[in-house]
Every structure is written in structure tokens, then in C-alpha cells.
């Protein structure tokens, strides 16, 4: 994106519709804060990553309304990564749990992660300790967030795999192996799964839950 200043030391630009309370606890934490209105998205962390910030409320909304995948579509076409953020204790209740599993699904399909936060305060030493890594060049702890793009189709389907709910990168990997590819594990009975090493029932079943939520002909549309 245009016009937009980094700074050679751990800098976050933030939009300047983001709270100012959010804005001074990032920057007590030692990063610099660079206020801009952005086009897309609510933070810019090392010139590539792209991070929209919604409550809990916002999330359910802008899935009820489409909103959600027009945003995320447009951040990518303008970042590398892209990482949503939600913050909030508990989701509000009007919007069926099969609809925000089936947005949530859909959104680790597109390779983007999912963080939760509980507030201000840890929205702001997430985005801190975020930007650092990537102004001092190390890997971090979310997969989906690393400086390169998947090189093969393995490394695309481990890259999906390890964005679903409770799937390390040594799950992803034993899934993948079992299984020998994305459709075979989509369509995977709860039983199916829980053959794999280090998948519990509770696991499996929310997994099976996601997987027909997602692929149900009357799941919500982008």
C-alpha cells in the first residue's frame, strides 16, 4: 500500500479509528506507533502483515452481513498475511453456533488466523510482542504467519491443516499423512479421525462438526 512510513525499529501502524487507550498501551510497551487512516484493516505490522481487530459482537455481525469475507478478500489482495483478532470474553447468542463455526472454518480454508483476546490490554501486548518478531526477523508462534508462502501442494494443505481449531503443525502433519489429502480429510467420520495419533474424540467431533457446517449446501456465502 502507498503512503505508508516504516520505521527501522519494531513499528505498528495503527488506524486512526483504533481507541487512543490502545494506542498509548502499545506504545508503553516499547513499540512505536505510526497513526494513519488505513484502506484496509486495523494494524500494519512490518510492512506485510495485516491485522483486523473485531469484538466479538462486530465478528458476528459482519458474518451475518457478508462483511467479513469482503474484508478479508481485500486485505488480501494487499498483504502477505493477513490475521483477524477477536476480542471478548464470550460470543453474544443471535447468531447460530453452525454459522460462526462455518465462518471460522472458512477463514482457516483462506489461510488466515484467528487470535482471541480478552480485552484492550491483551489486543495491545499481542500486537506489541507481533511486531517486534517480525522487525527482529524471527518465527513466531503462528503458523499461518511466516515470512514465506506454502513452495508446494503439501506444504499448502499442512498450511490449512494447522490453521484448524486445537491442530499443532505435528497434527497437521499426522492428519495429512492418514489421510493423503484435504478432501479425504474433509469428508473424514469422527471415528475416521480420531484413528489418527493425538486426536481425541472431543477433537474429532468438533473437527466432523466444522467440516459439515462448512460444506452444508445452505452454509452462509462469502
Given amino acids: 500500500m502507498e503512503g505508508i512510513l516504516l520505521k527501522d525499529e519494531p513499528t505498528i501502524v495503527v488506524d486512526i479509528r483504533e481507541p487512543p487507550s490502545l494506542v498509548d498501551e502499545i506504545e508503553q510497551l516499547g513499540v512505536t506507533v505510526v497513526k494513519q487512516q488505513l484502506a484496509v484493516g486495523d494494524f500494519l505490522l512490518g510492512g506485510n ?41 464470550e460470543f453474544p447468542s443471535y447468531l447460530p453456533v453452525s454459522a460462526r463455526e462455518g465462518a471460522l472454518m472458512k477463514l482457516a480454508l483462506r489461510g488466515v488466523p484467528v487470535v482471541y483476546s480478552k480485552g484492550l490490554g491483551e489486543t495491545a501486548n499481542l500486537l506489541a510482542k507481533l511486531a517486534i518478531k517480525q522487525w527482529e526477523g524471527k518465527e513466531h508462534n503462528y503458523s499461518l504467519l511466516r515470512g514465506r508462502k506454502p513452495r508446494n501442494a503439501k506444504e499448502q494443505a499442512l498450511f490449512v491443516i494447522s490453521s484448524l481449531p486445537n491442530i499443532s503443525e505435528k497434527r497437521a502433519e499426522l ?38 457446517n462448512l460444506f452444508r449446501e445452505d452454509s452462509m456465502e462469502e
Avoid: C, P, W
Fill in 49 to 89: 502483515v495485516v491485522v483486523e481487530r473485531k469484538t466479538l459482537n462486530d465478528f458476528e455481525s459482519s458474518v451475518f452481513d457478508g462483511r467479513l469475507f469482503r474484508q478479508i478478500t481485500e486485505m488480501q489482495q494487499h498483504y502477505t498475511k493477513v490475521l483477524l483478532l477477536l476480542e471478548g470474553v
Fill in 175 to 212: 492428519l495429512l499423512e492418514h489421510f493423503g489429502s484435504l478432501q479425504r480429510l474433509f469428508t473424514a467420520s469422527t471415528k475416521e479421525l480420531m484413528e489418527v495419533e493425538g486426536i481425541g474424540k472431543k477433537t474429532a467431533g468438533n473437527l466432523h462438526k466444522l467440516f459439515i
